[in-house]
């Protein structure tokens, strides 16, 4: 098998997954090459980095670069994390395009031509079930149910996947749950990313997995004997949660109680008015790669600690911080009782539909 060794390149290897599991690899002493766009964020986050991670620049949009890098690098395995995500993705699709479904294809079309080819540990996510009514799902989703899109991003995972899967290279798809850290400035923000949160019905089942964890999956499924398998990675059973829930906890335990606006149901009756996120069935998963380590409770206790002194002067602002999102909220003023996801995506952020 390949991968019980040598480099691993990671792509995207500054974004929320990828910092995790760059150190998380630096820990297990393997050697990793980052590959990243230069940005003077990116460039900040290197100056952070490890001793023995070493960064090529790269934008994977481009194949004579993604070529050099492959062939330069000569990884024994690829995390194949670079991607334009929610809710990113509603405002740049042709770009989102570029990166999420050309240049996967491009990124493994190079590594099955090369001498040796890596094994390819491809980020995928629980978006490509589509949206979830969780009034009409049974239990969680699990990895041999067929993939739906619902929109652009479901959509371009679902692509991007069966690209990879058709590969003769000895891939894996790690498809993820709704990652989260406990560092408050790990996420970043932004007014986008404020909407969004506020679109999404309160009421639709999500299943969080902490940072750490996911890094620790990506880490072993560069070595495990999980060859050409799905494996579905979120948290233990505490992270079966609902949407509405997440923001409100995290908020609180930051100190920010009641400082959040309570978001809309969605509508039970319907198939397709609800985001891409379920409970995940991820027994495999935990057998192969053994990697859930931190609880929804452990993740809520963390985030306090971290919270420091702002946790006390928080709770002063949160009436004001309340009306500021209540304004703000996809819903203020929409007529109607029911989450609209997708009308209100387009309304506040981009066209979320499919590409045709
Ligand atoms: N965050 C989640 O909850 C979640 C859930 C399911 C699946 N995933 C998948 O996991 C992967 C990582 O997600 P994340 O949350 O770390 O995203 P992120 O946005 O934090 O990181 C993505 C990284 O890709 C890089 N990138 C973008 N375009 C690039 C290009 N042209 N060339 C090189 N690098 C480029 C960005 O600079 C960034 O560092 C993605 O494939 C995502 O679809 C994430």
Request: charged share 20%; glycine share 8%.
């Amino acid at each position: 098998m390949s991968g019980t060794s040598g480099t691993v390149l990671v792509t995207g290897g500054f974004g929320l997954v990828g910092s995790a599991t760059v150190r998380r690899l630096v820990e297990l002493g393997r050697s990793v090459v980052v590959a990243d766009l230069d940005t003077p964020a990116n460039r900040a986050s290197a100056a952070q980095l490890p001793a023995g991670v070493t960064v090529r620049w790269t934008d994977l949009t481009d194949a004579e670069q993604t070529s050099a890098l492959v062939s330069e690098v000569a990884p024994a395995v690829i995390i194949h994390l670079a991607a334009i995500i929610p809710p990113a993705i509603y405002k740049n699709r042709a770009l989102a395009r570029r990166v999420n479904v050309e240049a996967t294809a491009t990124l493994v079309r190079i590594a099955e031509a090369q001498p040796t080819p890596p094994r390819f540990v491809q980020a995928s996510s629980n978006a490509v079930y589509g949206a979830r009514n969780p009034y009409k799902s049974a239990g969680p989703v699990t990895a041999d149910m067929p993939m739906k899109h619902s929109d652009l991003y479901s959509a371009h995972k679902a692509e991007a996947e069966a690209i990879v899967r058709a590969s003769s290279l000895e891939w894996v798809v790690l498809r993820l749950g709704g990652v989260l850290s406990t560092d408050p400035n790990a996420i970043p923000f932004s007014a986008d990313a404020l909407y969004f949160e506020s679109v999404l019905p309160a009421d639709g089942r999500i299943h969080t997995v902490d940072v750490r964890d996911v890094a620790w999956a990506f880490a072993a499924a560069t070595t495990a004997d999980v060859a050409r398998e799905i494996l579905l990675i979120a948290g233990d059973d505490s992270h079966r949660v609902l949407q509405g829930d997440v923001g409100r906890a995290l908020a609180e335990s930051r100190g920010l109680k009641g400082g959040l606006v309570p978001g809309r149901n969605g509508d039970p009756n319907s198939d397709e008015n609800w985001f891409v996120t379920d409970w995940m069935d991820t027994r495999r998963a935990q057998e192969a790669l053994q990697f859930q380590h931190y609880s929804w409770q452990n993740m809520l206790d963390e985030a306090q600690r971290r919270a420091g002194a702002s946790r006390y002067v928080l709770p002063v602002f949160a009436p004001l911080v309340r009306a500021v999102l209540k304004r703000r909220s996809a819903y203020w003023k929409q007529p109607g009782q029911y989450a609209d996801p997708w009308g209100a995506i387009k309304r506040g952020i981009g066209d979320p539909s499919p590409d045709s």
